[in-house]
């Protein structure tokens, strides 16, 4: 099991930046991949950015150049720096863990979501 708490939204003016966290608890060393799905009202759940392991982070076309993920393990805490935000970018954001439970089987993980919101 594990379980994810994600923090660090807020509103922000278009251009400004914001830093999320998502710091994980429980069987942590059984995490493959983590990363950041947004939903805005309206719109499905979509990813935003996603590391696996061993892999280079991917990254949504819409936040490429801006959004930057990274992670600290000590911490079991991961981040989202996003930078030259636009109205666009409003939205719930929610960190993401998939989790190896045994072989053939992996379970999602999703923090409770942390609003952000971006004024023209």
């Known amino acids: 099991q594990v379980r994810l708490v994600d923090s660090g939204g807020g509103l922000v003016q278009a251009g400004g930046s914001l830093k999320l966290s998502c710091a994980a608890f429980?069987?942590?060393?059984?995490?493959?991949?983590m990363g950041w799905y947004r939903q805005a009202p309206g719109k499905k759940r979509e990813l935003v950015t996603l590391?696996?392991?061993?892999?280079?982070?991917k990254y949504a076309d819409s936040v490429k150049g801006r959004f930057t993920i990274s992670r600290d393990n000590a911490k079991n805490t991961w981040y989202l720096q996003m930078d030259s935000l636009k109205p666009e970018d409003t939205a719930v954001y929610y960190c993401?863990?998939?989790?190896?439970?045994?072989?053939?089987?992996?379970?999602?993980?999703w923090g409770q979501g942390t609003q952000v919101t971006v004024s023209s």
């Open positions: 993401y863990a998939d989790v190896f439970v045994r072989i053939g089987v992996r379970n999602d993980y």
């Open positions: 429980g069987d942590t060393f059984n995490i493959n991949a």
């Open positions: 590391i696996d392991s061993g892999e280079p982070p």
